[in-house]
């Protein structure tokens, strides 16, 4: 199967936390990670919201706060300039809650874990863009009840518009993965559901992910060189 760019007509292309790595936001997993500093089902989890919602709105202010300070970095720019450019189908399923793909110029981009910059309220099911903090239970800006919670997929929540990202994989010639350890599903199986299907699939990563044995190359680096590379 060919990675290559000008034998390709439909591209999906899955991001993770690898990504913005070099724009500064701390990735999940690996030396001083965000899931080393918290447990996971103590903070990203609908039963430590309601177990100690607290924490959690703290948890996602100070990321939601530090975002806002970061910039793109090399690979989101030529992700965007791909995107631009990009005769056939072509669609980023990110499994980051940051903006940086969009700030980057990036267009058909798809938040399968949700977004930082909305708040989701739980009383009237509206989501509002959303930059301030949350942890003082301000009011929807919709119905005005104190309901509001981060606009994120927690573990044991089914992630958005997974019926869009399977159609597009279906279609896709070729299935890229940028900056991800594969470590989450339903994100992390769908390089396989592209290689039964028949796309050929290309690893972009600093290091091996759990789901290296399923891609027909795997390139490894930082993505603000490998990305650039693969793209121009
Ligand atoms: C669900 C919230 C079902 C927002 C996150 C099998 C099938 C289906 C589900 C499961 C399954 N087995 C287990 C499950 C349950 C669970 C799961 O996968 N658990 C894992 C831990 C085993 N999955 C779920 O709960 C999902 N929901 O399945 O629902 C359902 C069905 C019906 C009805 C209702 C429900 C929900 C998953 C979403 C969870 N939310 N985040 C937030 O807080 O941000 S997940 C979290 O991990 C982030 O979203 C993140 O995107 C994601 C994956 O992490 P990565 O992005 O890969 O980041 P990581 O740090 O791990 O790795 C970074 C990589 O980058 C590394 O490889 C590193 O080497 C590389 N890197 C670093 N620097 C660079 C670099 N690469 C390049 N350049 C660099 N400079």
Not at 102 to 124: D, P, S, Y
Not at 177 to 189: D, L
Request: charged share 25%; hydrophobic share 40%.
């Amino acid at each position: 199967m060919t990675t290559d760019l000008n034998d390709v007509r439909n591209i999906v292309i899955l991001t993770g936390a690898g990504i913005s790595a070099e724009s500064g936001i701390d990735t999940f997993r690996g030396g001083g990670g965000l899931w080393e500093k918290h447990r996971v089902e103590d903070v990203a989890t609908p039963e430590a919201f309601a177990r100690d919602p607290e924490l959690v709105l703290c948890f996602y202010d100070m990321r939601r706060a530090a975002i806002q300070e970061k910039e793109p970095n090399a690979a989101h720019a030529a992700l965007a300039r791909l995107d631009a450019g990009w005769p056939g189908d072509l669609l980023i399923v990110t499994q980051n809650v940051d903006d940086l793909h969009e700030r980057a110029g990036a267009r058909r981009v798809l938040h399968m874990h949700g977004e930082h910059l909305n708040a989701w309220c739980t009383a009237c099911d509206v989501r509002s863009p959303w930059r301030d903090s949350l942890v003082d239970r301000p009011a929807c800006p919709e119905c005005g009840e104190r309901a509001l919670r981060p606009d994120v997929v927690w573990f044991g929540e089914m992630p958005y518009q997974m019926d869009r990202i399977y159609d597009a994989v279906r279609k896709a010639d070729l299935f890229v993965s940028i900056g991800t350890s594969g470590a989450v599903y339903p994100a992390a199986g769908l390089v396989r559901t592209a290689r039964d299907l028949g796309a050929a699939t290309l690893e972009l990563n600093l290091e091996p992910s759990q789901g290296s044995a399923w891609f027909d190359e795997t390139r490894l680096g930082p993505a603000s060189d490998l990305v650039p590379a693969w793209v121009d």
